[in-house]
């Protein structure tokens, strides 16, 4: 009898764990904690590698001589904010900038970026203060925030196109989001 009771216990612990697992593991995604992807965009709006060519150029038209609009603005991205990430519930290294674009566009660059992979992660604009430790893991969806997109990667040179309706005057910080647990991975203040 006594081995009866023990094979029961041994059933019934083997259920409880294997439907802790099939819970957990896709909540949690620890399998995370060891993988990366890494992504290196290129600078927006800056001039393309030159590359030799034997072709002939073709001709150009010289009774053309309206003004571009190009003419009238910087052919190099302006930087109009940046920032230095600090870490919150995952080490979180690099810098953010917010460049206006030759053709008046905004991106918000990240550089650098190196965060721990993370399930549903994205980048957001907040006006939440950036507070170091515990107290500024949970605070950027308390006001207002504007999420730019899934992360595309937890490591490199990422691009993320603002939208016009934006305000960069209200929207004050940068942070690495965790959608699955409401936590901020990082954090930049944008100065």
């Known amino acids: 009898?006594?081995?009866?009771?023990?094979r029961t216990l041994a059933v019934a612990t083997v259920a409880v764990a294997a439907v802790v697992a099939a819970v957990a593991l896709p909540l949690f995604q620890p399998w995370r904690l060891f993988t990366g992807k890494v992504v290196d965009e290129a600078l927006p709006g800056a001039d393309p590698i030159s590359m030799t060519t034997s072709s002939v150029p073709p001709p150009t038209?010289?009774?053309?001589?309206?003004?571009?609009?190009?003419?009238?603005?910087?052919?190099?991205p302006r930087r109009l904010?940046?920032?230095t990430f600090i870490s919150h519930e995952h080490k979180t290294t690099g810098t953010v900038a917010i460049l206006e674009?030759?053709?008046?566009?905004?991106?918000?660059?990240?550089?650098?970026?190196?965060?721990?992979?993370?399930?549903?992660?994205?980048?957001?604009l907040s006006d939440a203060k950036v507070l170091d430790g515990k107290r500024g893991w949970h605070v950027f969806d308390d006001g207002r925030y504007r999420s730019l997109g899934q992360l595309k990667g937890n490591?490199?040179?990422?691009?993320?196109e603002i939208p016009n309706?934006?305000?960069?005057?209200?929207?004050?910080?940068?942070?690495?989001?965790?959608?699955?647990?409401?936590?901020?991975?990082?954090?930049?203040e944008l100065t």
């Open 1 to 6: 009898m006594p081995s009866t009771r023990r």
């Open 61 to 76: 038209i010289s009774g053309d001589r309206r003004p571009t609009s190009s003419a009238t603005r910087p052919k190099t």
């Open 81 to 83: 904010t940046s920032g």
């Open 101 to 124: 674009l030759p053709d008046g566009s905004r991106v918000l660059r990240l550089e650098a970026l190196d965060t721990s992979d993370g399930p549903d992660l994205e980048v957001w």
């Open 155 to 160: 490591q490199g040179n990422q691009n993320y």
């Open 165 to 188: 309706d934006v305000d960069l005057k209200a929207l004050t910080s940068v942070s690495i989001w965790c959608n699955r647990f409401n936590v901020s991975f990082g954090a930049a």
